[in-house]
């Protein structure tokens, strides 16, 4: 991907955000508009290339924001690192630089470009084109999931913004309607779309990557059932003999995958080719330091480790799982946990100590989805189903990984004592992925967890503000009421 860089700039157009508009810039930023660019197969794999880049940007800081520092995973490291302590204390205000939705929106937009343009392209292999326009479906349904989950009610976007005008600036649409009017309608024409055979990457969306998304949006929306069987469908698709998303037993090769599996990887340029051992991952995304430079690379060593710059250490209450009887000898905690500096450091993806200076070299992959995550949502859901003894089985293998027994259905006397002890495992296991506040938020234990920690109570705590220059920008849009009118 890094050869063609150069050419993926002019990509969005009129959609990069400088100057006056911090949302959607009147600026031109390349020579090549987009109606001279999605001309050519080359185009429409740059362009999908670019909602990668873009998306990679967004959650470069904003996976831990969103997805993990307003939860119980973590608790403020070094006093110099203030913006992640007022994520984690719940003392946000709207000029926080993670309530800002702009690099989200200019990824909805790219996805919007490619969606509008690549059907027009003529290309040699029309199933390749299907699966760009599938990825780009994809790509703007997990945009938008990513929206609703952090604001609540968002601006939709279904057209590409490529011209400035007044008429850019939409109000926000209800998150129950995009759910249903956009998320779930572009992930089934992505199911449609993606190339089954002969999209094998796990650094883009394949067809297991659309069903990740999907069973998660089904969990958020309480369908039970339809998450169980889309999840069922992950386990279907096969490279020869082997399934391509499985899950991993091995310890030992487990550790590796998130500690070596990313080194010298190369880009997705042959999606076709599958360059990894483990099946556990089902989309990731790749900071490559050949690809992306000193200004792209992952804050996961930074913002971790350290005790200098240390934005956040594992709190105490998570350690503290570890202390109960059915969690002792979890191999897990040694692994993912180090005391170092005063602090539990996360060390979930360092092999072993690592110099402050080399950290911003490190390959590193955020995991979106993987196999484990994936499984520990079907238990939840087969034990809203009544399934107690399935759901029990997806979080034995999950265990006896981690040297732990299970126990039995007779054990758990409701079906909350079940769901509590499955997002318990899932707390575990999914430390520094980004999953853990939308746990909470989506089973509606935030104020239970919470409220002792940060002291969050009150309904409308649970989302970020809106930065305040979008409500400068656009005088359609209103505060999140908990952070006031404006």
């Known amino acids: 991907m890094?050869?063609?860089?150069?050419?993926?700039?002019?990509?969005?157009?009129?959609?990069?955000t400088t100057g006056c508009s911090d949302f959607l810039d009147e600026e031109t930023v390349s020579e090549v508009p987009a109606e001279k660019m999605w001309k050519t197969a080359r185009d429409a794999k740059a362009g999908v290339n670019e909602i990668y880049g873009l998306l990679r940007q967004t959650?470069?800081?904003?996976?831990?924001y969103w997805g993990e520092f307003r939860s119980d995973n973590f608790a403020p490291g070094a006093p110099v690192m203030v913006n992640q302590a007022r994520a984690m204390n719940n003392l946000m205000s709207t000029d926080e630089k993670c309530a800002k939705w702009t690099n989200l929106y200019k990824m909805i937009n790219q996805a919007n470009l490619a969606i509008k343009y690549i059907p027009e392209i003529s290309m040699p292999n029309v199933s390749d084109r299907n699966d760009y326009l599938g990825q780009a479906y994809a790509l703007r349904a997990l945009g938008y999931f990513y929206a609703i989950r952090v604001w609540g009610d968002v601006p939709v976007y279904t057209e590409p913004v490529e011209v400035f005008n007044d008429k850019i600036y939409h109000a926000r649409s209800p998150k129950d309607s995009i759910i249903?009017?956009?998320?779930?309608?572009?992930?089934?024409r992505a199911e449609q779309l993606i190339n089954r055979t002969g999209n094998r990457?796990?650094?883009?969306?394949?067809?297991?990557g659309v069903w990740a998304i999907m069973a998660d949006v089904y969990m958020w929306n309480e369908q039970y059932s339809l998450a169980d069987q889309t999840i069922d469908k992950i386990s279907s698709i096969s490279t020869g003999r082997e399934r391509f998303i499985d899950f991993e037993p091995s310890l030992e090769t487990y550790r590796r995958m998130f500690t070596e599996e990313l080194n010298n990887k190369p880009s997705d340029n042959t999606p076709e080719n599958d360059e990894y051992q483990t099946k556990e991952f089902i989309f990731v995304l790749h900071y490559d330091m050949d690809e992306v430079g000193t200004n792209g690379y992952s804050y996961m060593y930074q913002w971790f480790t350290g005790s200098g710059n240390r934005a956040a250490v594992v709190a105490d209450k998570y350690m503290d799982i570890f202390n109960q009887p059915d969690m002792?000898?979890?191999?897990?905690?040694?692994?993912?946990?180090?005391?170092?500096?005063?602090?539990?450091?996360?060390?979930k993806y360092i092999a072993g100590d690592i110099s402050t200076s080399l950290n911003k070299t490190c390959e590193i992959a955020y995991p979106i989805y993987?196999?484990?995550d994936i499984m520990l949502l079907q238990a939840e859901a087969k034990a809203r189903l009544g399934k107690w003894e399935e759901a029990l089985d997806l979080v034995t293998k999950v265990r006896t990984r981690a040297g732990l027994q299970t126990p039995t259905a007779v054990e758990f006397g409701t079906e909350e004592e079940l769901v509590d002890f499955i997002l318990r495992e899932r707390q575990v296991e999914l430390i520094g992925e980004g999953r853990r506040w939308f746990d909470l938020l989506r089973t509606k234990k935030w104020k239970e967890v919470m409220e002792p920690i940060n002291g969050m109570n009150t309904d409308g705590n649970e989302l970020f503000p809106i930065h305040y220059s979008h409500l400068i920008e656009n005088n359609k849009l209103y505060q999140n009421t908990y952070y006031g009118d404006k």
């Not at 890094?2 to 990069?16: E, F, H, T």
């Not at 959650?59 to 831990?64: D, I, V």
């Not at 979890?330 to 005063?342: A, E, N, T």
Request: aromatic content about 10%; glycine content about 8%.
């Open 328 to 347: 002792n000898g979890d191999l897990r905690k040694d692994m993912f946990v180090k005391s170092y500096q005063g602090g539990n450091e996360l060390r």
């Open 180 to 188: 249903t009017h956009v998320i779930i309608p572009d992930l089934k």
């Open 201 to 208: 990457e796990r650094k883009r969306i394949s067809i297991c």
């Open 2 to 16: 890094k050869n063609i860089k150069y050419i993926i700039i002019g990509l969005l157009g009129l959609s990069i």
């Open 370 to 372: 993987r196999y484990t």
């Open 59 to 64: 959650l470069r800081e904003n996976y831990f």
